[in-house]
């Protein structure tokens, strides 16, 4: 009911403005044809009674309601038709005017645009009256016979405006056919488009409305034939109710029970309406419950978005405090920098001495006394140049003699702490060396010892392995005499000292090793597939290590550490991935 008043409204807001629209064109219409219609007063006095009639023989609702829109377009249209009678009358006295002839035989382009207003006028009457009859149909259920006369009403007065509605189509029409004579092929045939495109929007219209106006006779009518069998029920209960209240008296099994069971279903009919009723209360209380739960929710979300605003404003703001402050920071390196490189360039046109990089802790004291002497020399031949007092002078050398000792001791600890940093540095490598050929020599042997499924003697093993640690110290030390050339005595004197005693616990190791290593292939070829998850070098340890970039998960991971190659394919291990048994 709400949604058709609103519409209800809305028509009548359209029709209002149609109105004053309509106002507008029919005074500007009525200036222009003044003149014209001046020899036609009786016509228009004859047009004007006859609309007169017509509005009188028209039985409208609008008698309740004066102020509606609808009379007002009732109005405006009898004013319309007035006004095409009096163009009609026009027309026959054109018969004796030529000149009227040319001047009232084709309507002006305003006057068919006020027709053409009429017509939406008419149209929109028609929308306003069957809204209201779709209103009266839904009350009619409460009132039917008082409701069925306005509902006549209604559907008379709409017939009556699809008539009025086909008259003034017809004049469009006919006025349409009166200016094609005097208008272009092009321009007849956009005239003829359009108004075919209009005829065929109208009667689709009124197609459309004519189906609506059947369907709500339907609609009535099944709403009629219930009404009538609600009141047949209504009458037969209560006939039987009085026919119950009578027999009440007169005891008799037969009609109780028939009683009873019409007041069982009345009231278990009363108890399912009741149910039904608390279940759309419960319904519309969850309903309830939950819209709030979720403008709750919305009132978090928006709470959420504001404090995320804000956080992401102080953050921005943080961020150009940040970028700030590492600006100046940078800006402050630049100058720490540049005064570094200051008091450098002063200190080396100070201390003009030469190799002072490239000397070693012995060598750096006897240096700096030659720099000394230098220098005393330099500043002896500047203070031969110069003219100044004695006492200054003094002062001078020996701030300058301070600053050199200062100088000179720290070069001194400088080179100490780079030859001790690279005695280290070379033990480690060496150390590193070493441990790399040993893992390197046992991973050889471990290799040929399974592939020949150990059919060579413990001898041969170990024989092997000395040749194979003499060709790989010989390996080793040729690339170390390569990459330090004047270091070469040391390094023969290292190994030579160093392969002596390593000989004897390798080949001891080597030799356990073998063994150990018989009696696991025994055992894994008694268990088959036991061995798949255990280290391939060690046969101890379960696999740990996944090698990259060959992907073979069959070392542990000690052993992944100290192979460089892969036991199964032979590639070269660039990094691998521990991985820890569950």
Same mark, same amino acid.
């Given at each position: 009911?709400?949604?058709?008043?609103?519409?209800?409204?809305?028509?009548?807001?359209?029709?209002?403005?149609?109105?004053?629209?309509?106002?507008?064109?029919?005074?500007?219409?009525?200036?222009?044809?003044?003149?014209?219609?001046?020899?036609?007063?009786?016509?228009?006095?004859?047009?004007?009674?006859?609309?007169?009639?017509?509005?009188?023989?028209?039985?409208?609702?609008?008698?309740?309601?004066?102020?509606?829109?609808? @009379?007002?377009? %009732?109005?405006?249209?009898? =004013? $319309? &038709?007035?006004?095409?009678? *009096?163009?009609?009358? #026009?027309?026959?006295?054109?018969?004796?005017?030529?000149?009227?002839?040319?001047?009232?035989?084709?309507?002006?382009?305003?006057?068919?645009?006020?027709?053409?207003?009429?017509?939406?006028?008419?149209?929109?009457?028609?929308?306003?009256?069957?809204?209201?009859?779709?209103?009266?149909?839904?009350?009619?259920?409460?009132?039917?016979?008082?409701?069925?006369?306005?509902?006549?009403?209604?559907?008379?007065?709409?017939?009556?405006?699809?008539?009025?509605?086909?008259?003034?189509?017809?004049?469009?029409?006919? @006025?349409?056919? %009166?200016?094609?004579?005097? =208008? $272009? &092929?092009?321009?007849?045939? *956009?005239?003829?488009? #359009?108004l075919m495109s209009q005829c065929h929007e109208k009667s689709f219209e009124l197609e459309i409305k004519s189906a609506d106006n059947c369907i709500l006779q339907e609609q009535l009518q099944k709403k009629c034939t219930e009404n009538k069998e609600l009141h047949e029920k209504v009458n037969l209960l209560e006939q039987r109710l009085n026919a119950v209240s009578s027999e009440n008296s007169s005891p008799s099994c037969s009609n109780n029970t028939v009683s009873g069971?019409?007041?069982?279903?009345?009231?278990?009919?009363?108890?399912?309406?009741?149910?039904?009723?608390?279940?759309?209360?419960?319904?519309?209380?969850?309903?309830?419950e939950e819209n709030s739960g979720l403008r709750v929710q919305n009132q978090k979300l928006a709470e959420e978005a504001s404090y995320a605003k804000e956080l992401a404003s102080a953050a921005a703001v943080e961020l150009k405090n940040l970028a700030s402050e590492v600006t100046k920071l940078s800006l402050q390196n630049t100058k720490l920098g540049k005064e570094l490189a200051a008091a450098r360039d002063l200190a080396q046109t100070r201390n003009p001495v030469n190799?002072?990089?490239?000397?070693?802790?012995?060598?750096?004291?006897?240096?700096?006394?030659?720099?000394?002497?230098?220098?005393?020399?330099?500043?002896?031949?500047?203070?031969?140049?110069?003219?100044?007092?004695?006492?200054?002078?003094?002062?001078?050398?020996?701030?300058?003699?301070?600053?050199?000792?200062?100088?000179?001791?720290?070069?001194?600890?400088?080179?100490?702490?780079?030859?001790?940093?690279?005695?280290?540095?070379?033990?480690?490598?060496?150390?590193?060396?070493?441990?790399?050929?040993?893992?390197?020599?046992?991973?050889?042997?471990?290799?040929?010892?399974?592939?020949?499924?150990?059919?060579?003697?413990?001898?041969?093993?170990?024989?092997?392995?000395?040749?194979?640690?003499?060709?790989?110290?010989?390996?080793?030390?040729?690339?170390?005499?390569?990459?330090?050339?004047?270091?070469?005595?040391?390094?023969?004197?290292?190994?030579?000292?160093?392969?002596?005693?390593?000989?004897?616990?390798?080949?001891?190791?080597?030799?356990?090793?073998?063994?150990?290593?018989?009696?696991?292939?025994?055992?894994?070829?008694?268990?088959?597939?036991?061995?798949?998850?255990?280290?391939?070098?060690?046969?101890?340890?379960?696999?740990?290590?996944?090698?990259?970039?060959?992907?073979?998960?069959?070392?542990?991971?000690?052993?992944?550490?100290?192979?460089?190659?892969?036991?199964?394919?032979?590639?070269?291990?660039?990094?691998?991935?521990?991985?820890?048994?569950?």
């Amino acid at each position: 009911m709400q949604s058709r008043l609103e519409e209800e409204e809305e028509a009548k807001a359209a029709l209002m403005s149609r109105i004053q629209k309509l106002t507008k064109l029919i005074l500007i219409s009525t200036r222009n044809s003044i003149p014209g219609y001046l020899g036609d007063v009786p016509t228009l006095q004859r047009s004007l009674s006859a609309g007169k009639d017509d509005k009188l023989a028209s039985p409208l609702l609008d008698n309740d309601n004066p102020g509606s829109p609808s @009379s007002t377009l %009732a109005l405006v249209s009898d =004013a $319309s &038709l007035g006004f095409s009678h *009096q163009r009609s009358s #026009s027309k026959l006295n054109g018969e004796i005017s030529p000149e009227a002839e040319s001047t009232q035989g084709v309507l002006t382009p305003d006057e068919i645009d006020l027709l053409v207003e009429q017509v939406k006028m008419l149209a929109g009457e028609i929308a306003f009256s069957t809204s209201t009859l779709k209103r009266l149909v839904d009350q009619s259920v409460d009132d039917p016979e008082n409701s069925q006369t306005q509902i006549q009403n209604l559907e008379h007065e709409i017939q009556e405006k699809q008539r009025q509605m086909r008259a003034l189509e017809q004049l469009i029409i006919e @006025s349409g056919e %009166a200016s094609i004579a005097n =208008a $272009s &092929l092009v321009e007849m045939q *956009q005239k003829v488009m #359009s108004l075919m495109s209009q005829c065929h929007e109208k009667s689709f219209e009124l197609e459309i409305k004519s189906a609506d106006n059947c369907i709500l006779q339907e609609q009535l009518q099944k709403k009629c034939t219930e009404n009538k069998e609600l009141h047949e029920k209504v009458n037969l209960l209560e006939q039987r109710l009085n026919a119950v209240s009578s027999e009440n008296s007169s005891p008799s099994c037969s009609n109780n029970t028939v009683s009873g069971e019409y007041a069982d279903e009345l009231k278990r009919k009363i108890q399912s309406l009741e149910i039904e009723n608390e279940k759309l209360k419960l319904e519309h209380v969850q309903i309830v419950e939950e819209n709030s739960g979720l403008r709750v929710q919305n009132q978090k979300l928006a709470e959420e978005a504001s404090y995320a605003k804000e956080l992401a404003s102080a953050a921005a703001v943080e961020l150009k405090n940040l970028a700030s402050e590492v600006t100046k920071l940078s800006l402050q390196n630049t100058k720490l920098g540049k005064e570094l490189a200051a008091a450098r360039d002063l200190a080396q046109t100070r201390n003009p001495v030469n190799g002072v990089n490239n000397r070693k802790y012995s060598d750096g004291v006897r240096s700096g006394r030659k720099g000394r002497i230098s220098s005393g020399r330099s500043s002896g031949d500047e203070f031969d140049s110069w003219n100044l007092d004695p006492e200054d002078l003094k002062k001078e050398l020996q701030a300058r003699k301070q600053r050199e000792a200062g100088l000179e001791s720290a070069l001194a600890e400088k080179e100490f702490i780079e030859d001790e940093y690279r005695k280290k540095a070379e033990e480690a490598k060496r150390r590193e060396e070493a441990l790399e050929n040993d893992l390197a020599n046992m991973w050889v042997l471990v290799a040929k010892l399974k592939k020949d499924n150990g059919a060579l003697s413990e001898i041969n093993g170990a024989d092997s392995a000395r040749e194979l640690e003499k060709n790989q110290g010989n390996v080793v030390l040729k690339e170390r005499q390569v990459a330090n050339a004047p270091r070469q005595p040391e390094v023969v004197a290292v190994s030579k000292t160093e392969e002596t005693p390593k000989e004897e616990p390798l080949v001891a190791r080597l030799k356990a090793r073998m063994q150990e290593m018989k009696e696991k292939e025994m055992k894994s070829q008694a268990n088959g597939d036991a061995n798949s998850h255990i280290c391939k070098v060690c046969f101890e340890s379960p696999t740990a290590a996944i090698l990259l970039p060959c992907r073979h998960f069959c070392l542990c991971k000690s052993c992944s550490l100290a192979c460089s190659e892969c036991p199964i394919c032979r590639t070269k291990i660039s990094d691998r991935l521990f991985a820890f048994p569950s």
